[in-house]
Structure formats: structure tokens, C-alpha cells
């Protein structure tokens, strides 16, 4: 289920909520200023945010910008037609996609769908990563572990690996656990 959130005056929010829920996407969220979003955005994660421009407090364009940098939230902009500038190839290069005004509700739904497809694999990367990261931390403490098993415990580096095997078996605890320990001991085993 993706959360989306519209950026709008009152008119142009109900206009593009009534496109959204009737093409079977989850109700949005709708807020009206630049100010309100900057402070939700760093409380929930959205997948997309729409920025139907000008808004009462601002043009857009910082809010887009602002949001394409700091965010991982896909960003869709409204502009007026002719307005374009306003976004420019500087925004595209920020990964902000612009439909101009009015609206063809065939190519609004089209970006909005290609945003949340792109939106959901960067969200399967980020995920990957993290999980990447995790496993090279975790591999990074098991061998400062055991370097300081050899060095303070005076086992030998297959002695040192088995103790941390055995431990995280014997504990129901992963290795990486096991060797965060280890380390908070200086590697002194009782």
C-alpha cells in the first residue's frame, strides 16, 4: 500500500484524489503548504508526493527540490503550462518528474504509476543494502573478535573462530552479536 501525499490549494487536492482513488490507488494525504510537508516529511515516509504548483506559501520549486535531496520519496510536480522553467532540466536531473497543466488524466496516472514502480525498486535496493551492510559490519566484528582472541586469549585463529560459532549457537545469537562482546571484552574469555 503506498502513501502518497498531495501538496494543493483545496480545488486542485480534491481534483487529484478523485483521479487517484477512482483509478484504485490509497486515498492520499492532502496538505496545502510547503511548511506542513517539510515538517511531515521528516516524521513519515512517503513513496510519492505530488506538488501541484504554485502553493500558498511558496512556488514549489524549493519544496521539490528540497524534497528530491533529502528525501527518498519520488516527486511529481503540476506546473502551469508554459511554466516549465520552473522545474527545468536541473529538477529532471534530480529525478523530478513535471506534468504541465491542465492535467491529461491518462498521463498523470501513467506517471504516477511508473513513480511508485520506480519508487518500490529503490526500496527493495535501499533494503539490500542495508541488509549488506549489516552482514559487512557483523563480518568486520567477527574478525576484530578474533584477532583479539589470538592476541589476549592466545587461541589460534580456528580456535577463535569455533569459540565464536559455538558461543552464537549455544546462545541463539548471531555471530556478529557474539563478537560485539567479545570486543566489549578485549577479547578476555572466562
Not at 17 to 42: H, W, Y
Not at 105 to 130: G, P
Request: with cysteine; hydrophobic share 45%.
Amino acid at each position: 500500500m503506498e502513501k502518497i501525499l498531495i501538496v494543493s490549494g483545496e480545488a486542485g487536492a480534491q481534483q487529484l484524489k478523485d483521479i487517484l482513488t477512482g483509478a484504485g490507488f490509497t486515498a492520499p494525504k492532502i496538505v496545502s503548504s510547503a511548511s506542513e510537508v517539510r515538517q511531515m516529511a521528516l516524521k513519515a515516509d512517503f513513496d510519492l508526493i505530488l506538488i501541484n504548483m504554485p502553493l500558498r506559501d511558496e512556488t514549489g520549486k524549493e519544496l521539490a527540490f528540497d524534497l528530491a535531496d533529502d528525501t527518498n520519496s519520488a516527486v511529481l510536480t503540476l506546473v502551469a503550462n508554459g511554466r516549465e522553467e520552473i522545474i527545468g532540466s536541473f529538477g529532471r536531473n534530480k529525478g523530478i518528474q513535471m506534468i504541465t497543466k491542465p492535467v491529461n488524466r491518462k498521463q498523470f496516472l501513467d506517471s504516477v504509476s511508473f513513480m511508485l514502480s520506480s519508487r518500490r525498486k529503490l526500496k527493495k535496493v535501499l533494503q539490500k543494502n542495508a541488509e549488506l551492510t549489516k552482514a559487512l559490519a557483523d563480518m568486520k566484528a567477527v574478525s576484530k573478535a578474533k584477532c583479539l582472541l589470538i592476541a589476549n586469549s592466545q587461541l589460534t585463529e580456528a580456535e577463535a573462530h569455533r569459540y565464536i560459532e559455538k558461543q552464537a549457537m549455544d546462545q541463539q545469537l548471531t555471530k556478529g552479536q557474539i563478537a560485539e562482546r567479545i570486543i566489549a571484552a578485549d577479547g578476555i574469555i572466562s
